[in-house]
């Protein structure tokens, strides 16, 4: 069983930054993918970016391309979100996800078999 702790949200000013983090605890020796995704009010969980271990590959979605940058720490077990240039829109809860296992797929809920809390992040204009 993985678990997954988020930090580091808050508020902030538009044009401000944040870093969250996310610890991973349990039986895995290591995981594969973490990610983040985020999810509004009446809105669907949307994925915002991922990190593979196997060669350090990211993924990100087009709204945060040259915003935030996804990195993990050498245990591979933290997932970090460095969030700069940001923006009201960028206001929504995040959550942090793992996969044990390897896959192609980084960009949709059902490639994650474990989530964070989430933690709120306020982008005010």
């Known amino acids: 069983q993985v678990q997954l702790v988020e930090s580091g949200g808050g508020l902030v000013q538009a044009g401000g930054s944040l870093r969250l983090s996310c610890g991973a605890s349990?039986?895995?020796?290591?995981?594969?993918?973490m990610a983040w995704f985020r999810q509004t009010p009446g809105k669907e969980r949307e994925f915002v970016a991922a990190?593979?271990?196997?060669?350090?590959?990211?993924y990100y979605a087009d709204f945060v391309k040259g915003r935030f940058t996804i990195s993990r720490d050498s245990t591979m077990r933290t997932v970090y979100l460095q969030m700069d240039s940001l923006k009201p829109e960028d206001t929504a809860l995040y959550y942090c996800?793992?996969?044990?296992?390897?896959?192609?797929?980084?960009?949709?809920?059902?490639?994650?078999?474990?989530w964070g809390r989430g933690t709120q992040v306020t982008v005010s204009s």
């Open positions: 996800a793992v996969r044990v296992t390897q896959t192609d797929s980084f960009y949709t809920r059902d490639s994650y078999s474990a």
């Open positions: 349990g039986r895995a020796s290591a995981y594969y993918a």
């Open positions: 990190h593979r271990a196997s060669g350090s590959k990211t």
